[in-house]
């Protein structure tokens, strides 16, 4: 599977972007998809999850109630729709897949390129 995550920029405090992610080859529908992100200096961390036909989502404490994770398997399409957006927020985010449920960021089998979120204050 190819993952291709767009939708990244610049945005003040208090707004919107969502991010999309396409995968190519491989059967969509058959992987656990999500959302990690790495802000400057830290760790990759766990943003959401979303089961294989979206019946379960998964957030971070951190994102609940802002975040919202959807999948189109039609589209082979993964999206994050970010709200209500914090400086805090600032990262580069990866989407990812996995056969499994999934929470940490050692375990997934395939990895997006990544693209940047800037909140400025």
């Known amino acids: 599977v190819q993952l291709q995550a767009s939708g990244g920029g610049l945005v003040q405090a208090g707004g919107s972007l969502r991010l999309s992610c396409v995968a190519s080859?491989?059967?969509?529908?058959?992987?656990?998809m999500g959302w990690f992100r790495q802000p400057p200096g830290k760790e990759r961390e766990f943003v959401a999850s979303?089961?294989?036909?979206?019946?379960?989502?998964y957030y971070a404490d951190s994102v609940k109630g802002r975040f919202t994770i959807s999948r189109d398997n039609a589209k082979n399409t993964v999206y994050l729709q970010m709200n209500s957006l914090k400086p805090e927020d600032t990262a580069v985010y990866y989407c990812?897949?996995?056969?499994?449920?999934?929470?940490?960021?050692?375990?997934?089998?395939?990895w997006g390129q990544g693209t940047l979120v800037t909140v400025s204050s």
């Open positions: 990812a897949a996995k056969g499994s449920y999934f929470t940490s960021a050692d375990t997934i089998d395939y």
């Open positions: 979303i089961t294989w036909r979206g019946g379960n989502t």
């Open positions: 080859e491989g059967t969509f529908s058959s992987y656990v």
